[in-house]
């Protein structure tokens, strides 16, 4: 909409606007250097889909800066560096979510329906920001020089911000509106063709859509087994031919010799101290990874994977939809301005990076968790004390961990009160 038929807003309604443009900005950019910092600093957000979030969001943090300068662009004139400058960030950044989306979309087709690892999907991130940013730094860089003695700019004044003018109107929807809903069109198809396949699999994967539930495959119960072992002493006599030997730990365990035969058996003892949980309620509950769900085939990373694609693939719809319709209602009627549209568009297009953090943190709780634990363990290594936090977590002197070898899954070789070798295995899957 062009800066003659903004006159129609009145000052209350531009500077609601302006005010809800800023804040919405404000809260993005806070939002962005939360997935910013994490990622680069926290070992624990380094997982496949938690890098397109850190790609995005420097799309996310160029429409941030373009919704900032708001109202300044068109008031320095539609020539003005400024508003040429916004007009370019607006182009270059405002689509971009819904690019990585599409990848999201590629990468769940990838490893659902032609069984890529982690570490090929991987492979394609290079050009999955090749692909993203170069798709819109091209029309983006390229708008900047068009201009006609009939039309003036493609770039001017659109309200409170500089972006492509409406004398140039059909240029929206050809280079942002119209490729934005072929990919999300594209990604829609997939994620039903993967609810599909979900679907089946229900069986498996209750609690898979609650948000909440970050790891739908970990219902399977952590117990401590320790092992003890002997050595067995040399057979004297051979046991009579075609009687099946007994598999060792089916022997009866015995810590004295059996005299007779002078066969000193192995002996085996297991200890296992299975962890408590606390009850979840019912809506949190879900079914163990078992090993019928093994047999068939099911890939736990590509169903996170799809899970939080699927999430983010809705947060872009809260931002797209609104603006959307208020961009068809332009069209049908292009001497009409409606307020209400305009106002959640202006609402909404800030905010994608708010959405993208909020599903950043609810997939990744447990990063969360851990990341909070880091930095307390850090302010207490200096103090000595001895802290318990929670239920999970114990440190001693200097903010050591209690058990941390241990619930990583590794062993610790041990002497029990006999001498013999003793070994503590970590069994299960972590949460």
């Not at 943090?61 to 320095?76: F, K, R």
Request: with cysteine; hydrophobic share 45%.
């Amino acid at each position: 909409m062009s800066l003659a038929e903004s006159e129609t807003l009145n000052d209350s309604q531009r500077k609601a606007l302006i005010v809800t443009e800023r804040v919405t900005s404000c809260l993005s950019i806070l939002s962005i250097l939360f997935i910013l910092a994490t990622f680069w600093f926290s070992p624990y957000f380094n997982k496949p889909i938690n890098r397109l979030f850190f790609f995005a969001s420097w799309g996310n943090l160029g429409s941030c800066i373009a919704a900032l300068i708001s109202e300044n662009g068109p008031a320095s004139g539609a020539t003005s560096s400024l508003c040429q400058f916004q007009a370019f960030l607006v182009q270059m950044f405002l689509g971009v979510d819904v690019l990585w989306a599409f990848c999201m979309a590629i990468n769940v087709y990838l490893a659902f329906f032609r069984g890529y690892s982690v570490k090929q999907l991987r492979g394609l991130d290079v050009r999955y920001l090749l692909f993203c940013y170069g798709a819109s730094f091209v029309p983006a860089f390229i708008f900047i020089f068009i201009s006609t003695h009939s039309r003036g700019h493609l770039y001017g004044p659109a309200i409170i911000w500089c972006w492509i003018s409406l004398e140039w109107d059909p240029m929206r929807i050809i280079f942002l509106y119209g490729p934005i809903w072929l990919a999300i069109v594209f990604a829609f198809a997939v994620y039903v063709r993967a609810g599909l396949v979900i679907w089946r699999k229900r069986r498996h994967l209750n609690g898979f859509l609650n948000p909440l539930n970050e790891n739908p495959f970990t219902g399977i119960i952590t117990t401590d087994i320790t092992v003890t072992t002997s050595e067995m002493q040399p057979q004297t006599t051979h046991e009579p031919v075609g009687m099946p030997e007994e598999p060792p730990l089916a022997r009866p365990s015995s810590t004295q010799p059996i005299t007779g035969d002078g066969i000193h058996p192995y002996s085996v003892t297991v200890d296992v101290d299975p962890q408590k949980r606390s009850p979840q309620p019912a809506i949190l509950r879900v079914r163990s990874l078992t090993r019928e769900a093994a047999i068939d085939e099911i890939n736990a990373e590509a169903w996170l994977y799809a899970r939080v694609a699927i999430l983010f693939f809705i947060a872009l719809l809260i931002t797209w939809v609104p603006s959307s319709v208020n961009r068809v209602y332009a069209l049908v009627a292009p001497h009409s301005f409606n307020f209400a549209l305009n106002y959640v568009a202006s609402l909404v297009f800030p905010l994608q990076a708010f959405w993208n953090v909020i599903v950043y943190i609810i997939t990744s709780q447990t990063a969360c968790r851990k990341t909070w634990e880091d930095v307390w363990r850090s302010r207490l290594r200096t103090t000595g004390n001895i802290v318990h936090l929670g239920s999970r977590t114990n440190y001693g002197v200097g903010g050591i961990r209690a058990g941390s070898e241990s619930a990583r899954g590794l062993t610790r070789p041990r002497l029990s009160s006999d001498g013999s070798l003793r070994e503590l295995y970590k069994g299960g899957m972590p949460v």
